[in-house]
Antibody
Framework: QVQLVQSGAEVKKPGASVKVSCKAS????????MHWVRQAPGQGLEWMGW????????NYAQKFQGRVTMTRDTSISTAYMELSRLRSDDTAVYYC??????????????????WGQGTTVTVSS | SYELTQPPSVSVSPGQTARITCSGD??????AYWYQQKPGQAPVLVIY???ERPSGIPERFSGSSSGTTVTLTISGVQAEDEADYYC???????????FGGGTKLTVL
């Protein structure tokens, strides 16, 4: 079945970086845009950006530009999200999520039909 | 930056109809998507492209669009529908994604 499996929880100090992985299975990894979304404790969902796993092209939310890098390794069907210069307000659950339809039919900002289980990132001194 | 506005909470009794709205200036140009999120779980897509329902989503979930507002309607609400609901869309240029603030649906 189609699924996204994310890496485990992380605890980081302020100023450090974190890299979260998202391994896809059950479908053609390079055929679907992948988004990253985060959710701070008790808060709503926040869009961070997307990556085209086929081309490696990316688009980041303005808030995260300069601090976030989204990459992929097609040989192992895995997407990555790295966030640098961490602050305490980066404490959140980070999700990867696949866009609902295959390239090139869909717009990269179309909805997301398959989500990873989430990775908790805690930033604390 | 572009924002989508949702009511913080909606309450209905079982069997009634719940309507959750989402407002944004770019909604006449951009599709909206709706997600259901239960505590401790990842979101689930319940409506795509304003009014389409993914396979496996009950027919009581429907979506509509009128001008700058989109609406998620849940007919015959059941206790299991109690959750947070989020709308999602894009800014007018289609460059950046955005989520609404979320609406907590309480089934009385």
């Amino acid at each position: 079945q189609v699924q996204l499996v994310q890496s485990g929880a992380e605890v980081k100090k302020p100023g450090a970086s974190v890299k979260v992985s998202c391994k896809a299975s059950g479908y053609t990894f390079t055929g679907y845009y992948m988004h990253w979304v985060r959710q701070a404790p008790g808060q709503g969902l926040e869009w961070m950006g997307w990556i085209n796993p086929n081309s490696g092209g990316t688009n980041y939310a303005q808030k995260f530009q300069g601090r976030v890098t989204m990459t992929r390794d097609t040989s192992i069907s895995t997407a990555y999200m790295e966030l640098s210069r961490l602050r305490s307000d980066d404490t959140a659950v980070y999700y990867c999520a696949r866009v609902w339809g295959p390239l090139p039919r869909v717009d990269p900002l179309d909805g997301m039909d398959v989500w990873g289980q989430g990775t908790t990132v805690t930033v604390s001194s | 930056s572009y924002e989508l506005t949702q009511p913080p909470s909606v309450s209905v009794s079982p069997g009634q109809t719940a309507r959750i709205t989402c407002s944004g200036d770019a909604l006449p140009k951009q599709y909206a998507y709706w997600y259901q999120q239960k505590p401790g779980q990842a979101p689930v897509l319940v409506i795509y492209k304003d009014s389409e329902r993914p396979s496996g989503i009950p027919e009581r979930f429907s979506g509509s669009s009128s001008g700058t507002t989109v609406t998620l309607t849940i007919s015959g609400v059941q206790a299991e529908d109690e959750a947070d609901y989020y709308c999602q869309s894009a800014d007018s240029s289609g460059t950046y994604g955005v989520f609404g603030g979320g609406t907590k649906l309480t089934v009385l």
